[in-house]
């Protein structure tokens, strides 16, 4: 087996208890595997081999997915925590992009922020407001910017952007924002649209 010298490759391999209880011969099959690629585990093979309890043969997958994912993927690496990060010294999004850059540089492929993710303050939606509420104003602007391209139909995302320019005193290109946050409602969801007019209105008595 070759392992390739600039990546880290992963070996999964999993069994339902029930099937071993069935054939004793899994049991040596499993060591084998083992002690023939154990070796390579120390140069750059991310390695694991289970038994998954208390499954039967196919009940065992579900189990054994989520445990392969978590081999790939650890949770505890790709779990950013925005709050801590736009708390360390530097402007915010920067910080947010630096996280997830040097993680696109380890994997190999491009990951972005979360725009929004239910119940879930790491997104780029709760940083907006957060950073609004610190008075980091021109932070909050550049973050609903990004918002707004990751979800460019979202009428939440133009919203906020507009709040965040209003208190930076940009009245014109929040209203510009606003009357494309009305133009998504009207074809969206028009339930906002009332929202949205109010915050037309606000912004004309200033």
Same mark, same amino acid.
């Given at each position: 087996?070759?392992?390739? &010298?600039?990546?880290? =490759?992963?070996?999964?391999?999993?069994?339902?208890?029930?099937?071993? @209880?069935?054939?004793?011969?899994?049991?040596?099959?499993?060591?084998?595997?083992?002690?023939?690629?154990?070796?390579?585990?120390?140069?750059?093979?991310?390695?694991?081999?289970?038994?998954?309890?208390?499954?039967?043969?196919?009940?065992?997958? !579900?189990?054994?997915?989520?445990?392969?994912? +978590?081999?790939?993927?650890?949770? +505890? $690496?790709?779990?950013?925590?925005?709050?801590? #990060?736009?708390?360390?010294?530097?402007?915010? #999004?920067?910080?947010?992009?630096?996280?997830?850059?040097?993680?696109?540089?380890?994997?190999?492929?491009?990951? %972005?922020?979360?725009?929004? @993710?239910?119940?879930?303050? =790491?997104?780029?939606?709760?940083?907006?407001?957060?950073?609004?509420?610190?008075?980091?104003?021109?932070?909050?602007?550049?973050?609903?910017?990004?918002?707004? $391209?990751?979800?460019?139909?979202?009428?939440?995302?133009?919203?906020?952007?507009?709040?965040?320019?209003?208190?930076?005193? $940009?009245?014109?290109?929040?209203?510009?924002? %606003?009357?494309?946050?009305? $133009?998504?409602?009207? =074809?969206?969801?028009? &339930?906002?649209?009332?929202?949205?007019?109010?915050? !037309?209105?606000?912004?004309?008595?200033?």
């Amino acid at each position: 087996m070759q392992t390739s &010298s600039n990546k880290i =490759n992963a070996f999964y391999f999993a069994m339902a208890d029930s099937d071993m @209880r069935k054939d004793k011969r899994y049991e040596k099959i499993l060591s084998q595997i083992n002690t023939k690629l154990s070796p390579y585990a120390k140069e750059n093979l991310k390695l694991k081999i289970e038994i998954i309890n208390n499954e039967n043969h196919y009940g065992a997958f !579900i189990k054994a997915a989520l445990s392969a994912i +978590e081999l790939n993927y650890p949770h +505890e $690496e790709w779990s950013a925590n925005y709050r801590e #990060l736009i708390s360390q010294p530097g402007d915010a #999004l920067q910080n947010i992009d630096h996280f997830y850059q040097s993680l696109s540089q380890k994997y190999g492929f491009p990951i %972005l922020p979360r725009a929004t @993710r239910w119940r879930n303050v =790491n997104k780029l939606s709760y940083i907006t407001s957060l950073l609004l509420k610190d008075g980091r104003i021109q932070e909050a602007i550049s973050v609903a910017r990004r918002w707004v $391209e990751y979800r460019p139909n979202s009428i939440d995302a133009h919203q906020s952007l507009a709040q965040a320019l209003q208190q930076n005193d $940009e009245i014109s290109e929040a209203s510009d924002v %606003l009357k494309k946050a009305l $133009e998504i409602s009207r =074809n969206q969801d028009k &339930s906002k649209t009332a929202a949205i007019n109010r915050q !037309i209105a606000e912004l004309k008595l200033n």
